[in-house]
């Protein structure tokens, strides 16, 4: 292929996002040319480089291995490596357009650019001196996921012995490592099936045919006609087969092709419902959920007598979970739930990434509970048993210890009498071992908790507290934990008993601790008015790590704004004491939310007053340095941190509901984890010395307003955002 001429612009695009993706990713040649509209306008141009002779000089072909479509896939020998590859070429009985020239190098650059372990790789790509294009990549062995699981349909015995459910699923995961990685790259693949899928005679598995992938940034120019079922009702297809050939008939350009094309049984609702605007990511999440469960049933999710009943069901979300699919499998009610949280007819409740799909089945692998089951406690205390079967086995063991020895007693009293006293010794024995291996289990959870009070996950950190105290009363750290975190909970009467000792149990001393529970006992709660003073006693008492605590509460439980916001402004002083003026407003939000003003405070540097309220709006702007872990993301829409020391936006991930963002003059220079916030529609990157402008900015399907400072005037990336109809305000800053 031709470098690009020098007057393109040559700036990489980098991808680097240490939250959301694994490493940083450049944008190659390839790339650039596949997001540039020239390739569309000048298509044989971009063939010129192509041209290399007579393939046969190199190439000699040995047997066909597939076709399909307009698109035939032969081995041959390579003379020049002396090894054997496969390459892809227009079948002879094919006349190609243009378009279908376009079409097959479209497919083989852009997976040429896909260089992941599990993603086959191309070797080459030109043209023949007639102009007919070839691509050769690497000849696979083996067998398709599709094939190996009619085996195993099949009863197939070698089978079953040889793919168990633990290898299945670590094929699963390698494919759905390759499609999040494709995904960093801005691919969709658009076709997975169990079919497209080859699994090596070594244990090497590759993600297959890749025509159908298309840039996500491709889907909002398409200008083809939605699906129509009535017009599908003399449609007949292959198991297998794609409707791509047919939907191809209202597209333009190859580009335009392909995005809502699919496999029935395996296709999204929105795919089958043939809007393109609706596709996205979670797309090929939704693929991924239907291979998983053609894994475990050995069935395909979604099955009709004609293709219009299989679409009609997929728009439904017609089909048995897997269970009752096949029930004889004894399916992992964990891996079912993946599954089906997967195929989600609705994309808001699927997993949001592939990433996060990986985590859950991880979550399982390890014999933790998942996202998909929403857990209970039970299951997390049936996990909990499994992943300590020792203890448990060891409690059984006793149980049944103690049933045959009283059996025998009540038989044989006299006869039995030694063997009961050397039984319940050895019992005791087993007791004393039982209460060692919890209490070695018991500092874990302690450890657990701090971490997650670290991250102000309050409720988790209680969980773990209480779990590791059941485990082991004895834990004297633990119950100070447990007082002081009562203390903040404003339960001065539970909490003295505990830090003082009177509930039984030994506990590390804090004097001070105890001294701050006994006066406010019998007061819970505190008014409003005393909270200023009950931080300073906080402070006094060396209990500051808990005010973060005591504020999530105070802000969680109803309360009058007249009276509480004064405290929270007073409280937001005795914190920060190098404030002279503080600037605090606040006004009634939507629903039960609040709209907060500290804007304009440079000392402000401690907001833990703010931990737990139900924010809607909250301007920022010009404080200081404080932890912006203490926001809540569960209502809060609009936020600006314009003027502030911000430096990476991973410091608010946890607000990925934010509809509307200001960092004008701030630090932040990579705007790669934008994509965290798919609801954002306002954002203002205004007036931020070194910022780079990331591809990762078109991926926001929502954004309508964009403010940038007038050096990115010329961006080839706010220039696709204008023409996208989103409204760019140039800023002099």
């Known amino acids: 292929m031709e470098k690009p001429d020098d007057n393109q612009n040559k700036t990489n695009r980098e991808i680097g996002n240490a939250g959301l993706f694994a490493d940083d990713i450049v944008f190659s040649d390839t790339e650039k040319i596949l997001f540039e509209e020239d390739l569309q306008e000048n298509r044989t141009a971009n063939r010129d480089g192509l041209m290399d002779g007579n393939p046969a000089d190199r190439y000699s072909a040995t047997k066909k291995l597939n076709q399909g479509g307009m698109k035939a896939i032969w081995e041959v020998d390579d003379h020049r490596t002396a090894r054997k590859v496969a390459m892809a070429l227009i079948q002879d009985s094919k006349i190609a357009s243009e378009d279908d020239i376009d079409s097959f190098l479209y497919e083989a650059r852009l997976t040429a650019n896909l260089q992941h372990p599990n993603i086959i790789p191309i070797y080459d790509i030109a043209l023949d001196e007639n102009g ?42 390698k494919v759905c490592n390759a499609i999040d990685y494709a995904h960093t790259k801005g691919v969709i693949h658009l076709d997975l099936k169990p079919s497209n899928v080859n699994i090596g005679d070594f244990g090497d598995v590759q993600v297959l045919d890749w025509g159908l992938s298309t840039l996500i940034t491709h889907l909002n120019e ?64 939704y693929m991924l959920g239907a ?30 979970p897997p269970g009752k699919c096949s029930p004889e499998l004894r399916i992992p009610p964990a891996l079912a739930a993946i599954a089906m949280k997967a195929m989600a007819t609705d994309p808001a409740d699927r997993y949001p990434n592939v990433a996060a799909m990986i985590r859950d089945i991880h979550s399982f692998q390890d014999g933790f509970a998942t996202i998909a089951e929403n857990p209970t406690f039970i299951t997390h205390a049936t996990l909990l048993v499994k992943r300590h079967k020792l203890a448990v086995s060891l409690i059984a063991t006793t149980l049944a210890i103690i049933a045959v020895v009283l059996a025998q007693s009540f038989s044989s009293i006299k006869n039995s009498e030694r063997v009961a006293i050397d039984a319940l010794a050895e019992l005791k024995q087993k007791n004393d071992y039982i209460e060692a291996t919890a209490q070695k289990v018991a500092p874990d959870y302690l450890d657990l908790m701090m971490q997650q009070e670290k991250d102000y996950d309050f409720k988790e950190a209680e969980q773990s507290l209480d ?18 975190m009562l203390l903040c909970q404003q339960k001065f009467s539970d909490a003295w008993n505990i830090l003082s000792g009177s509930h039984g149990q030994p506990v590390q001393k804090d004097p001070a601790a105890i001294l701050l529970a006994e006066k406010y006992k019998g007061e819970e709660p505190v008014p409003d008015a005393e909270i200023p003073q009950l931080i300073r006693e906080f402070k006094t008492s060396n209990l500051g790590s ?72 909250l301007n920022a702007a010009g404080i200081g340095t404080p932890d912006l872990k203490l926001l809540s993301g569960d209502g809060l829409r609009e936020l600006n941190l314009a003027d502030t020391q911000l430096n990476h936006l991973f410091e608010l991930d946890q607000l990925s509901g934010l509809t509307a963002l200001y960092i004008s003059g701030t630090g932040i220079r990579n705007l790669s984890n934008i994509v965290r916030y798919p609801k954002l529609s306002s954002l203002d990157i205004s007036g931020i010395e070194g910022l780079a402008i990331s591809q990762q900015l078109i991926w926001c399907r929502s954004l309508k307003l964009l403010t940038v400072s007038n050096a990115f005037r010329n961006d080839p990336i706010i220039r696709t955002l204008a023409r996208r109809g989103v409204i760019i305000i140039y800023s002099n800053n």
């Open 132 to 173: 007919n294009p070839y691509f050769t990549m690497k000849s696979l062995k083996g067998e398709t996921l599709g094939e190996i699981i009619r085996q195993l349909s099949n009863n197939n015995q070698e089978y079953r012995l040889r793919y168990t459910n633990t290898r299945l699923l670590a094929v699963f995961l």
């Open 467 to 484: 779990t590791g105290l059941a485990f082991d009363p004895s834990l004297e750290t633990g119950w100070l934990k447990k007082g002081k």
């Open 222 to 285: 398409y200008d083809g006609e939605p699906v129509s079922w009535q017009s599908m009702d003399d449609v007949s297809l292959e198991n297998g087969q794609t409707l791509t050939r047919y939907l191809e008939r209202t597209a333009k350009r190859r580009e335009f092709k392909n995005v809502v094309g699919g496999t029935p049984g395996y296709m999204s609702p929105e795919q089958a419902q043939g809007v393109p605007s609706d596709i996205d990511f979670q797309t090929d999440v």
């Open 546 to 617: 808990g005010i973060p605590r005591l504020f999530y509460h105070l802000n969680r439980s109803p309360f009058d704004p007249e009276t509480h916001f004064p405290a929270i402004a007073e409280s937001l002083k005795l914190l920060n004491p190098k404030l002279e003026n503080l600037n605090f407003e606040w006004a009634q939000g939507t629903g039960r939310g609040w709209k907060i003003d500290i804007s304009g405070n440079p000392e402000l540097d401690d907001i833990s007053p703010l931990c737990g309220l139900d924010i809607n709006s």
């Open 291 to 320: 291979m998983l469960y053609e894994i475990l049933t050995y069935h395909c999710p979604l099955e009709g007598a004609t293709v219009k009943e299989v679409l009609q069901k997929t728009v439904r979300g017609d089909f048995p």
